[in-house]
């Protein structure tokens, strides 16, 4: 089992900035990708980046491209997304989950096995 603890999270002017960590425990020999999702009040769970932990290949949401980069600490087992010119839009409850080795879009949340707790993000305009 891979326990998965988000922070960073809070509240911050359009145009702004944060970063978010993701701290992974446990088994982490068997995380071979990780990701983050977010979902708004009434809004389904929607994917927003993800990173293969040992050779680092990212792919993000057009939402988010050009403004987000997912990254990983291998040596502290830790998880980033760093967030630039956010908008009032990316408010959410942001998630990082992970998966080993497994079939599935590396997109689809029903395709990780391990997910945090969630951190609030939200954007004022």
């Known amino acids: 089992q891979v326990q998965l603890v988000e922070s960073g999270g809070g509240l911050v002017q359009a145009g702004g900035s944060l970063r978010l960590s993701c701290a992974a425990s446990?088994?982490?020999?068997?995380?071979?990708?990780l990701g983050w999702f977010r979902q708004a009040l009434g809004n389904e769970r929607e994917f927003v980046a993800t990173?293969?932990?040992?050779?680092?290949?990212?792919r993000y949401a057009d939402s988010v491209k050009g403004r987000f980069t997912i990254s990983r600490d291998n040596a502290k087992n830790t998880l980033y997304l760093t967030m630039n010119s956010l908008k009032p839009e990316d408010t959410a409850a942001y998630y990082c989950?992970?998966?080993?080795?497994?079939?599935?879009?590396?997109?689809?949340?029903?395709?990780?096995?391990?997910w945090g707790q969630g951190t609030q993000v939200t954007v004022s305009s």
């Open positions: 990173i293969t932990w040992s050779a680092g290949t990212t």
């Open positions: 446990g088994r982490t020999a068997s995380v071979f990708r």
């Open positions: 989950a992970g998966r080993p080795l497994r079939n599935g879009s590396s997109e689809d949340p029903n395709a990780y096995n391990w």
